[in-house]
């Protein structure tokens, strides 16, 4: 089981705005015990205004780095790619100088890619922090229930793996996408998941019951031993 912290917060910019302190604190962290920080960054509404926040703090961003949690296999300007979105909200402003690492290559799959990304993920240092969402079905970085790719992506020791997802309303249309795996999503000193709305509590509660961790791969997280996890929640 992991560690857990639970936290209910009353409003979403409650939520931003200890996720924002939690992450700045992180960050000292990460450069005071190694003189640069490391953060790994999902895409989602939830951290959005949190980013944008942070992205116009006096932090020492030349020591930063930022690091996507999951990618589709699309090119940087793809509308719907994660990059993109980190680049519009967290990458700007004061944050523009921050070191950013991507998991998209120029392989023609992510199955083909997975070595290269392997490789970049490697060579960075054990992340500060680790941002997580979930999904209504229960997924959490690109770990989508029953997907091809799943399995492993729970059992391996390399830090990143290939997932093709069952498509569904909540994958849309491109299923084919890069993800931290469970390891390397557990290397993190700390990690933060970010849960809003009654559907995904009820989702994030059933994750907590024993159960299969190929359909609700969340589950995998929260019984992982070496997770530390804050668990924010709002409406
Ligand atoms: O790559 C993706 O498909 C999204 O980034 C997705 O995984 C997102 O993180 C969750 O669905 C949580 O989304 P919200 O933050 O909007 O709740």
């Known amino acids: 089981m992991a560690i857990i ?10 939520m931003t705005e200890a996720l924002a302190a939690l992450l700045e604190h ?3 962290g990460g450069i005071q015990r190694d003189g640069n920080a490391l953060v790994m960054v999902s895409g989602g509404s939830s951290p959005a205004p949190a980013y944008k926040h942070l992205s116009n ?4 961003w030349q020591k930063i780095s930022i690091a ?15 990059e993109a979105f980190i680049h519009e909200t967290l990458l700007q402003n004061k944050a523009s100088g921050a070191a950013f690492i991507t998991m998209k290559n120029s392989a023609h799959s992510a199955s083909i890619g997975q070595v290269e990304c392997e490789q970049a993920y490697q060579a960075l240092k054990v992340p500060d922090v680790t941002i997580l969402g979930m999904g209504p079905d229960g997924h959490t970085a690109s770990l989508f229930p029953n997907s091809q790719g799943l399995p492993h992506a729970l059992q391996t020791t390399e830090i990143v793996c ?10 849309g249309s491109i299923t084919e996408r890069m993800s931290l795996t469970l390891f390397g999503i557990a290397r993190s000193r700390e990690v933060v998941l970010l849960i809003s709305g009654d559907e ?5 509660e059933q994750a907590k019951v024993e159960g299969s961790e ?3 791969p969340l589950r995998a997280v929260l019984n992982h031993p070496d997770i530390n996890l ?3 929640w709002c409406p």
């Open 68 to 82: 996507m949690v999951d990618e589709r296999w699309v090119d940087a300007n793809h509308d719907k790619s994660n």
């Open 214 to 216: 190929l359909e609700i």
């Open 230 to 232: 804050s668990v924010f």
């Open 57 to 60: 703090l006096p932090l020492e």
């Open 26 to 28: 992180g960050i000292d």
């Open 200 to 204: 995904k509590r009820a989702m994030y």
């Open 5 to 14: 912290n639970e936290r209910l917060f009353d409003s979403k910019a409650q």
């Open 162 to 171: 290939a997932i093709d997802a069952i498509e569904s309303e909540v994958t």
